[in-house]
């Protein structure tokens, strides 16, 4: 399979089990950190592998939204709510 084509295939499977899960991030970021924080090949591997591993390696850290506005309230550290937005334009 072709990178584009691997990648593609992720994004469907992933778009597909959006119903199904929590909206939120479950994995926390020392677990992610962990997970992300390999040694790099001198050799290189295929494209195809560092994709599979990439969507392996942030299972469970993504948000589940498939659209390019979303917004995350965040407690700060004296108490307050703050809301940031994100949007993205499509072309």
């Known amino acids: 399979m072709e990178p584009l084509e691997t990648a593609a295939a992720c994004a469907m499977a992933y778009l597909s089990k959006l119903d199904a899960g ?20 001198g050799d290189g591997v295929p494209a195809e592998q560092v994709i599979r ?6 299972d469970g850290g993504l948000h589940a939204v498939s659209g390019g ?5 965040r407690r700060s550290r004296s108490g307050t709510t ?8 499509s072309v």
């Open 22 to 41: 929590p909206v939120g991030a479950v994995g926390n970021a020392a677990t992610l950190r962990k997970r992300l924080a390999k040694p790099l090949s």
């Open 82 to 89: 703050a809301t940031a937005s994100s949007s993205t334009s």
């Open 69 to 73: 506005r979303f917004s995350v309230r």
């Open 53 to 58: 591993e990439l969507v392996a390696d942030v």
